[in-house]
């Protein structure tokens, strides 16, 4: 039996959502809500048979509908997501989850109580890249992770309900909170608005560990280059990873330094480096949002929990909430509360 899908939105990421559950085994598309008639339009055209409406309240309330996706401004998540949860149906929300933490807990308490699946829209996780390199780190590969280091800059798509932070940097918490071996225990971040009225546009978030790791986040809005790109260093080796390469996503560098103590009575020790071989991963062949998709359908139809549910949803959250309260410190590190991984 396929499960009925209803898709609240359908604006930049919502043709994305709507192709995949419409060509998706086990999924029935029913009908796509937005408030702009000119964009239902192009999705009448593209699926002549698919249900549309201008109102949220008719995706929800349609019988045939069992689970409902949400790819709205992040201001209306929440009462969306809470609204379909009461009336029992699994929910899909894009990222970020909501604007709080209180209301996360919320969606979360609901979903528990009703035994729902809510499912958030963290995409990377779901990415052949991002999963080899989760690999990579668990089977010690790696060894000891010194940083994190990533760039997400480009010109646009400014957001005028969040800012860069809550709309780029949450791509690589959501990747950090997945692939490494320990939380952060403080985060420090900087930003700046360049465009009077509006959000931040260019952001650094720094995150603290408790031993030796350190992790660093830019994001930018306003550059004149797009960049997608993330280095992984480890004691043994050192991974990049750049998004926006076609095919060798993936290089890992048998690269590093060795200390070794001295004889030498005027040195202490010795840093000698390494320079090995460089290996380009294998990666599986498919689109993230399809495999993103086809799980979720797959965790409704066996009632288990998201890999991304509303709980890895309320870590992000949390740590961008401790991210907005040390920019308005002019980046005054602030400690973060132990995550739940239950």
Request: net charge negative.
């Amino acid at each position: 039996m396929s499960i009925g899908v209803g898709i609240i939105g359908y604006g930049y990421w919502g043709p994305n959502l709507v192709r995949n559950f419409a060509e998706l085994d086990g999924a029935e598309l029913i009908i796509v809500g937005d408030l702009r008639r000119e964009r239902l339009e192009l999705a009448r055209k593209r699926y002549p048979k698919l249900a549309v409406t201008v109102h949220a309240d008719e995706v929800i309330e349609d019988p045939r509908v069992d689970a409902v996706v949400i790819a709205t401004p992040v201001a209306t998540h929440f009462d969306l997501a809470l609204k379909a949860l009461k009336r029992g149906k699994h929910v899909w929300v894009e990222k970020p989850l909501a604007e709080n933490s209180t209301q996360v807990c919320e969606l979360i308490s609901e979903a528990d109580e009703r035994n729902l699946c809510l499912h958030v829209d963290h995409t990377f996780v779901y990415t052949p890249a991002i999963r080899k390199i989760k690999l990579l780190v668990e089977n010690d590969e790696l060894g000891h992770i010194n940083y994190y280091d990533s760039v997400r800059i480009n010109l646009g798509l400014f957001q005028h309900d969040v800012n860069v932070f809550w709309d780029l940097a949450v791509h690589d918490l959501t990747i950090m909170d997945f692939i490494l071996p320990e939380s952060p225990v403080a985060v420090s971040a900087t930003a700046m608005s360049h465009v009077k009225g509006q959000p931040e546009n260019t952001g650094y978030i720094t995150l603290f560990f408790s031993g030796t790791m350190i992790a660093h986040i830019h994001v930018d809005w306003l550059a004149p280059v797009k960049i997608r790109r993330l280095l992984l260093s480890g004691s043994k080796k050192m991974v990049v990873f750049d998004d926006l390469e076609p095919s060798e996503k993936i290089r890992v560098y048998d690269k590093g330094i060795t200390i070794t103590s001295s004889e030498n009575p005027d040195y202490k020790m010795r840093i000698g480096y390494r320079s090995g071989d460089v290996w380009i991963p294998q990666l599986e062949i498919g689109e993230a949002l399809a495999n993103e998709v086809a799980y979720f359908i797959r965790c409704i139809e066996k009632s288990e929990r998201s890999l991304t549910d509303g709980r890895a949803g309320l870590r992000v959250i949390q740590i961008l909430e401790a991210v907005n309260e040390s920019m308005k410190k002019m980046g005054q590190a602030v400690d973060l509360k132990p995550f739940d991984r239950s």
